[in-house]
């Protein structure tokens, strides 16, 4: 660390930035000149050699001229001292940053990260300083988030075009149950297979979205239909399940083998994937299995 002795620099007639800007055109190095070639300028920097600048005695030797144009040895005007200091300085929004880089040993990023929490909660910061958690851990957090506007934009477009299509307000939001029954199924999935909530599992749900609401459209669809005919509600929701649980079952059975592969993990790079299968596949199975019940009587209460 040098400093610069301003009673010193005083004393021999120069101001204190003529001994920074000495030490900095030394070391750091001054353009002389730019040389010209065409469409290109070439500057010609002129410092010290590699072996002087990285030398103390070097820089004691360099000279700074005087009031009386004297040349001072700079060892005169200056103080030198050792310490600590950072090989370079970071910054994050205009804050000054150390990074600290570490890898999870296991494949649980919440887990790692509760870890850090944890243990920088035993180690409070002094003022001026917080700790965040970053690297993968800030990128999943996006994600989700974009993944959870995608969520509500799904569920709004579909509630859109259900709306249009049945000319109701209150239908679409009967179809739309089977959205939470199969977030259920989804998650017991991926609990039972060990794949937590991730960004690929997060887009299985997305897509389940608009496949489990099939099942339910079909169903009150058939409803309607025998309903404009004449016959009860009662009647109507039993004829749209004996009618409509074949198809139903075929529809749901036929897209669930089509998962399995996926869902096992079988191929090569199938382990990125099967989160996702193992999330439809799971939707799948309890939308279709609670929707047969639940969208009737949810029909049936609303009409009532």
Do not use: C
């Not at 610069?4 to 120069?14: K, L, M, Q």
């Amino acid at each position: 660390r040098v400093a610069g002795d301003r009673e010193r620099a005083a004393a021999f007639g120069v101001e204190p930035r003529e001994v920074a800007r000495a030490v900095e055109r030394y070391m750091r190095g001054e353009t002389a000149t730019e040389y010209v070639d065409f469409d290109r300028k070439i500057p010609f920097v002129v410092r010290l050699p590699d072996a002087d600048r990285r030398s103390l005695d070097a820089l004691r030797e360099v000279r700074v001229r005087g009031a009386a144009g004297a040349n001072i040895p700079i060892r005169e005007l200056i103080r030198v001292e050792d310490g600590v200091g950072p090989t370079e300085i970071r910054r994050v929004d205009q804050a000054r940053v150390v990074a600290v880089y570490a890898d999870a040993r296991s494949d649980d990023l919440d887990e790692a990260v509760g870890a850090i929490r944890a243990a920088l909660a035993d180690l409070p910061a002094p003022d001026g300083i917080r700790a965040d958690v970053g690297g993968e851990n800030e990128e999943m957090r996006r994600a989700f988030a974009a993944l959870a506007l995608a969520m509500g934009l799904a569920v709004l477009l579909v509630y859109m075009i259900l709306a249009a299509e049945f000319e109701s307000l209150v239908h679409p939001f009967v179809v739309l149950l089977a959205v939470p029954l199969s977030t259920l199924g989804a998650s017991i999935a991926l609990w039972a297979t060990g794949n937590g909530l991730n960004v690929v599992s997060l887009i299985g749900m997305v897509v389940l979205i608009g496949i489990v609401d099939n099942d339910a459209v079909v169903k009150i669809d058939f409803i309607n239909q025998m309903r404009a005919k004449g016959h009860s509600v009662r009647d109507s929701i039993l004829g749209a399940g004996r009618a409509r649980l074949r198809p139903i079952l075929i529809n749901t059975i036929t897209a669930m083998l089509g998962l399995l592969p996926m869902a096992l993990g079988i191929g090569a790079g199938a382990q990125l994937q099967a989160p996702m299968a193992v999330a439809v596949f799971g939707g799948l199975f309890s939308a279709t299995a609670l929707t047969l019940v639940v969208i009737p009587v949810a029909y049936s209460v609303v009409e009532e």
